[in-house]
């Protein structure tokens, strides 16, 4: 694990002690929340119906990434949260599900006007913001965030570098345009212009990568993901 990782303290006794057991538990687990946002995207580009984001969506997500591994999978955090090597303080436990309810209704509202890369970005920042649960909040937000992407520009992206791939195999400008929203949020402002543009760039190189594949005669085949 690199120093520069974040994660929330708080107090939890872990159901898996062994660190390689949970490791390996941790892998199975975020291939699995990714397979559920296919599904949840799969859902959404088969039906005529407007997209909903919904708090339970964000619930079914982060139950199925903390499966076997916490208590609380599947709930919001019972108290107050820290996160390690950040200077944000998570808002209050008994504030989260309004604060869900109002993340969701950003998305919904400004579904029709908003580009999907804004809202990818919203959803990324404000999720990891809100820190709602004991662990997982950032494999939870980017899973969350790449759900509202697909089904805002109607289809799965092509290619195998996706973007949640690519912020767990480098979080260090993923915490920087966190940070940079945090800040501007102190004014009260929705600011997540250098989050769009790592996204942008995420995008891209997803989109690459399936031109790689494209003229690659040995491309194929079962490949590692690294989602968390």
Known sequence: MSDKERHSEAAEASLIDDEDERAR?????????????????????????PFRLRVSAILSLHRRALEGLSAYAGTTRPGDVSI??????????????????????????????????????????????????????????????????????????????TVPEQIAADKEPYYLALEAADEASKDKAVDVAQMEALLDDCIANQLLSAYRDATDPNAGGPKERKLH
């Open 25 to 49: 538990r941790e892998s199975e687990n975020a291939v699995a929340q990714f397979d559920m946002v296919l599904d949840l995207i799969e859902e959404v580009t088969r039906t005529d119906r």
């Open 84 to 161: 390690g090597k950040s200077r944000h303080a998570p808002p209050a436990a008994h504030l989260v599900p309004e604060l869900l309810e109002e993340l969701c209704d950003y998305v919904n509202e400004n579904w029709s006007e908003a580009t999907a890369l804004h809202l990818c970005a919203y959803v990324m920042w404000r999720l990891n913001w809100i820190h709602p649960f004991v662990d997982g909040n950032g494999r939870t937000s980017r899973a969350v965030s790449y759900y509202v992407l697909c089904a805002k520009l109607g289809y799965v992206l092509p290619g195998q570098q």
